[in-house]
């Protein structure tokens, strides 16, 4: 993929914004409250259309609306990743920063603490925290972040080595500059580009995370929509009520490969050797 | 004589074993324009960063002083010390478009010198970008270095190094990169600025054309060791020192018959593992005996406020 935007990165684009909107209005876009059961209404198809309105994605097992828990579902997805993403950004950075500039013993303590990390899967690290602290939105936001920030440390951490050598940061240690003002305002900026590459990639891990957390149990708890819950909950009425995890698999899957072919964009943008492909 | 803005005394640096700077000493007096001169690896840019106290992690200082007008720098705490970079004390170098910050504005960087942002010190970022050549500064100050050109980026470089007013400028080789007509124009204001802001230039360069053009005094450097000292005139007229000389006789000249071979110094420099405990040119020198192999010659007065670390000053022609 070329770094100019073609028709290919203009829809992958729009459909990443369709997504965010979706997120952002669902209290306007959907149709139902998403909580609102009705008994009567269980586990109608796609399409059926009744005194109450239509249900374009059909009810679940409590006659709850799925286009209306899918919207907000969405909603649950991009918080969670967006706010995990945030904190994993910012813990990792720092650490990477400091570790690059300093070196000596404050690298081998971080880098050594990464490598920790990494070793450990991610998945079961997040099940077991989550088991300890109890299942939640905030819990699972800050599971998810302090687990994922060795990647970006390890970004840091390189990338931050190889400016530090170069002139520019030299000659604003021969203006005086301090070591703080270097860092923040000479350093971050020239690193930040393949930092935001690792963060779009963790992007769309992080929706599976929630997603698959939200399956287990661990992560948001019902009654309210997640994609993992609602296909969860769905998954016994596979063969009677195939929307339940048709639908919310189905946007899962397509969000992820658009934060995913987004990434890869992004990469060949920001790294100017794979830009002459 | 005025206080001298900038004296270093007895400057020796070392990797490891080996003395790779030793007994470096030297001193600027405000609005004067030192050159040192050498070939690479001579010391040269070492001695610089031990001015600013900022040598790589693998040299260490062994001894030396440095004096800023009437203090005494050299055991100041770090905290101090970088209050003195970039205010009373600049350095600028080579490449500088690389020494430049890629993602931030020419007004940016200038003002970083003062400590204050661009909105803050627009009026006096904007003149000093004038008086160091830049034209249409109101343009440029809100360029980024990509804009410019190499020229004019060392011309931002030298209004970073100078908008504070330092007493001392290091300028570490500041046109290496420059096409001659750009390095021409760059001396003349660096000339200029020393001149009008009685700042004390110290020019590192291994161009003596260079030094030819700008320079008040020299100082050659070979190997490590101040070879000789004196009013740029007198040593360009008469070399006192062996090295001087070839090296005068080393630049090639429009008089000279064209395909001729160029005039070359025989040898190498010696490594520092090669280093003996005599005068480190004895290996390539034509007047070089037996006594100059097992002593150190010192600097000693030649005339005419020269120095020469030579036996055979006298004999240099």
Redesign the interface.
């Known amino acids: 993929m070329s770094g100019r935007i073609t028709p290919g990165v203009a829809l992958l684009l729009a459909l990443l914004a369709a997504f965010v909107v979706a997120a952002v209005a669902a209290p306007i876009l959907a149709p139902f409250d998403p909580l609102r059961q009705s008994l009567l209404l269980r586990l109608r198809p796609p399409g059926t259309t009744l005194a109450a309105g239509t249900f374009l994605l059909g009810t679940d097992d409590l006659g709850r609306d799925l286009l209306s828990r899918v919207l907000y579902g969405a909603r649950a997805s991009l918080a969670v990743a967006a706010l995990s993403v945030s904190v994993s950004l910012l813990v990792g950075t720092l650490l990477g920063l400091l570790a690059g500039w300093f070196r000596g013993w404050p690298a081998i303590l971080i880098m050594r603490l990464v490598d920790t990390m990494l070793s450990i899967p991610a998945i079961l690290l997040a099940v077991l925290t989550v088991a300890v602290l109890g299942p939640g939105f905030l819990n699972l936001v800050l599971v998810l972040g302090l687990t994922r920030w060795p990647r970006y440390t390890r970004v840091a951490y390189a990338q931050t080595l190889q400016v530090a050598n ?3 940061i ?9 070591a703080l003002r270097i860092l923040l ?2 350093v971050l ?2 690193i930040a580009g393949p930092l935001m590459v690792v963060a779009t990639t963790e992007f769309g891990l992080m929706i599976l995370f929630e997603a698959g957390l939200s399956f287990l149990g661990l992560g948001i708890q019902p009654p309210f929509p997640s994609w993992g819950s609602i296909m969860s909950a769905g998954r016994q009425y596979v063969a009677r009520a195939w929307w339940l995890t048709v639908f919310p698999g189905a946007c899962l899957f397509v969000l992820v490969l658009c934060v995913n072919l987004f990434g890869d964009w992004l990469r060949d943008r920001v790294d100017p050797r794979s830009q002459s492909r | 004589m005025t206080q001298p803005a900038l004296v270093v005394e007895d400057l020796s640096l070392a990797i490891g074993p080996a003395q790779v700077v030793d007994g470096v000493g030297f001193s600027v007096a405000p609005g004067e324009v030192l050159a040192l001169v050498g070939e690479s690896g001579c010391g040269k840019s070492l001695t610089a960063q031990a001015v ?1 106290r ?1 040598l790589p992690a693998a040299i260490r200082q062994v001894s030396g002083r440095v004096r800023l007008g009437a203090e005494e720098i050299s055991a100041l705490p770090e905290r101090r010390m ?6 009373r004390l ?6 500088p478009q ?7 504005t020419v007004g940016t960087q200038v003002a ?2 003062l400590r204050l942002s661009v909105a803050q010190a627009r009026p006096q970022v904007r003149k000093m970008l004038e008086d160091v050549g830049i034209s249409d500064p109101d343009r440029r100050i809100d360029q980024y270095p990509f804009e410019l050109s190499g020229g004019m980026c060392q011309r931002v ?1 030298i209004a ?2 100078l908008i504070s007013g330092p007493a001392v400028l290091l300028a570490d080789e500041p046109t290496t990169a420059l096409d001659v007509t750009i390095q021409a124009q760059i001396l003349d204001l660096l000339r200029r600025l020393a001149t009008e802001r009685q700042t004390a230039v110290v020019l590192i360069t291994h161009d003596m054309g260079v030094v030819a053009d700008i320079a008040d005094r020299v100082a050659v450097m070979y190997a490590g060791r101040i070879a000789e000292t004196g009013p740029t005139e007198a040593i360009f007229a008469a070399p006192r020192h062996p090295y001087t000389a070839l090296l005068l006789a080393s630049i090639p000249r429009l008089s000279d018959v064209p395909k001729s071979k160029l005039a070359v110094i025989e040898g190498r420099v010696p490594t520092p593992a090669e280093f003996g405990p005599g005068c480190r040119f004895a290996g390539r020198c034509p007047l070089a005996d037996a006594h100059c192999a097992e002593a150190t010659p010192p600097l000693r007065s030649v005339g005419d406020g020269r120095l020469s670390a030579c036996f055979h000053a006298e004999r240099v022609r």
């Open positions: 170069l002139p520019y030299r000659a604003a240690e021969m203006a005086g500059s301090s305002r000479h900026p020239n | 600013m900022l970088r209050e003195l970079r970039g205010r600049s350095m600028i170098f080579q490449e690389a020494a430049l910050d890629p993602l931030a970083e010198a470089m970073t190094a």
